[in-house]
């Protein structure tokens, strides 16, 4: 099984609302992932968490706040976010971290729309 | 840096014909090179890898690519194409000074006409 999953599909909010994203992995992956991919581009790596400690940050602007609770779950808190930011959000897990062999393997994203 | 490109922003073949889909990589060192498919609206899903040995790899829904050193490219194909196979399909390459970074190109629309 390689399933991820992302919660919820479709998410609109406006600029002053607080709002999360979900993603989850059962493959006992050590390794978890949050893309950003705006329409007809490729994702964009914005964080990776490795054993539930953020490993890199792409230099992602502090109103979007990466959560690891453990190892299965990752969570994106979302706060006073921009038009600009409406996007597809994807997470994606693999095995460890550092490893050039591992795939990644990605869940079908949350679409965003910031009013 | 490690790139890779693909020079199709669209490639349009008929349903039961092989379908071509380029990629060449600029990397240091041995590549490592993945490709992903996305259907509209979703997700990336994992299609196949070259890490070593044979050129030829084979991968998900009878989808194969040639890797070819002395050419730098990673051609996904498919002997025959079908309607459901159109979908938004990136090449990447694992960045070696950071090795959790997939570097992805810009991708290429396959359209397959019935």
């Known amino acids: 099984d390689t399933e991820v999953t992302q919660t919820p599909k479709h998410l609109v909010m406006g600029m002053t609302n607080k709002k999360s994203l979900k993603c989850e992995q059962h493959m006992g992956h050590r390794a978890m992932y949050w893309y950003k991919q705006k329409a007809k581009k490729p994702p964009e790596l914005m964080f990776v968490y490795s054993y539930e400690k953020l490993s890199i940050n792409e230099s992602v602007p502090s109103r979007f706040s990466p959560e690891c609770p453990n190892s299965s779950l990752l969570n994106l808190h979302l706060h006073a976010l921009q038009p600009e930011d409406s996007a597809l959000y994807l997470c994606?897990?693999?095995?460890?971290?550092?490893?050039?062999?591992?795939?990644?393997?990605f869940g079908p994203g949350t679409r965003l729309t910031v009013l | 840096a490690q790139s890779v490109a693909q020079p199709e922003d669209q490639v349009n073949v008929a349903e039961g014909n092989p379908l071509t889909v380029k990629c060449t990589y600029s990397?240091?060192?041995?590549?490592?090179l993945f490709w992903y498919v996305q259907y509209p609206n979703r997700g990336l899903q994992f299609l196949l890898k070259?890490?070593?040995?044979?050129?030829l790899v084979k991968g998900s829904y009878g989808f194969e690519a040639e890797f070819n050193k002395s050419q730098t490219s990673f051609h996904l194909k498919k002997p025959s194409a079908l309607v459901s196979d159109s979908a938004l399909y990136f090449c990447?390459?694992?960045?070696?000074?950071?090795?959790?970074?997939?570097?992805f190109g810009t991708g290429t629309r396959l359209q397959v006409f019935p």
């Open positions: 994606a897990s693999s095995q460890d971290f550092g490893q050039v062999t591992d795939t990644q393997y």
């Open positions: 990397v240091s060192g041995n590549p490592y």
């Open positions: 070259y890490i070593t040995g044979d050129n």
């Open positions: 990447a390459v694992r960045d070696r000074g950071n090795t959790d970074k997939l570097i």
